[in-house]
């Protein structure tokens, strides 16, 4: 076949037998350009998908010129043919390219912004314990009762005259505790309504009980101001209780 420039005839026929030996082909590329693959461009969108739409004209044009009618491989229709079908290789494989570029650009962006937010919060959680640590240290240097709750009503820090006034060994010794278990049950069920108005109102309230017996084993009267910590939204998340003894 490689050397003689005329077609096989035992393999490629004469008349409308060698033209309908690349007809199917056209037909299917054809139908692929039509339906197939602008419905699979529409969903799967990238460079990729509309390269291999793309290439359906040059790989259509392709086998129009072999169906032409070419009588042997030197025609110029069979060069044209040929060059064709390599624009029409060469367009999806020039997509993928692209799309793999794009992909890289995109998670390489993604991988850095994650590592700055890392970074970020790195530095924040750091600052976050230097401030709990300042704020621990002024609670200590405070004579008057102080303690933060959260919104279940437990302990999340006590400072020392708190934990002196709750018999407590150390401040220590309150987290998790219910307000009963701090404040004792006759203080803790006045304050407790108290504490659930400054959750729900976002606002400080003020509370003055009469004489109560605390836990130490003394009769005090007490104000109380309880102030609600609130978050980037608004949305009370714990309270800071601050006692004085009237």
Not at 17 to 25: I, S, T
Not at 42 to 57: E, H, I, N, P, Y
Not at 188 to 216: F, I, K, M, T
């Amino acid at each position: 076949f490689s050397a003689q420039p005329a077609w096989s005839v035992a393999l490629y026929g004469v008349g409308f037998r060698r033209m309908a030996w690349n007809l199917a082909p056209l037909l299917l590329t054809v139908v692929a350009a039509a339906y197939v693959l602008p419905t699979y461009a529409t969903w799967q969108k990238g460079v990729f998908s509309r390269a291999l739409w793309l290439s359906c004209l040059p790989l259509a044009l392709s086998q129009l010129f072999f169906s032409a009618g070419m009588r042997d491989v030197t025609a110029n229709l069979f060069l044209l043919a040929n060059l064709f079908k390599l624009i029409a290789y060469a367009c999806p494989l020039v997509g993928l390219m692209q799309d793999y570029k794009a992909t890289y650009q995109r998670l390489d962006g993604a991988n850095r912004e994650l590592r700055n937010r890392l970074f970020l919060f790195e530095q924040t959680k750091d600052v976050g314990k230097q401030g709990q640590r300042v704020l621990e240290g002024l609670l200590q240097t405070v004579q008057l009762p102080v303690c933060v709750l959260d919104t279940s009503l437990r302990v999340t820090t006590l400072n020392e005259t708190h934990a002196a006034l709750s018999a407590l060994a150390s401040p220590a010794a309150a987290l998790g505790k219910t307000t009963s278990e701090v404040w004792g049950a006759g203080p803790a069920a006045r304050l407790q309504g108290a504490v659930q108005n400054a959750l729900q109102s976002n606002e400080p309230v003020h509370c003055q009980l009469e004489p109560y017996l605390y836990p130490d084993g003394r009769s005090r009267r007490m104000d109380w101001l309880i102030r609600p910590i609130l978050n980037e939204h608004g949305r009370a998340v714990a309270v800071v209780c601050v006692g004085g003894e009237v």
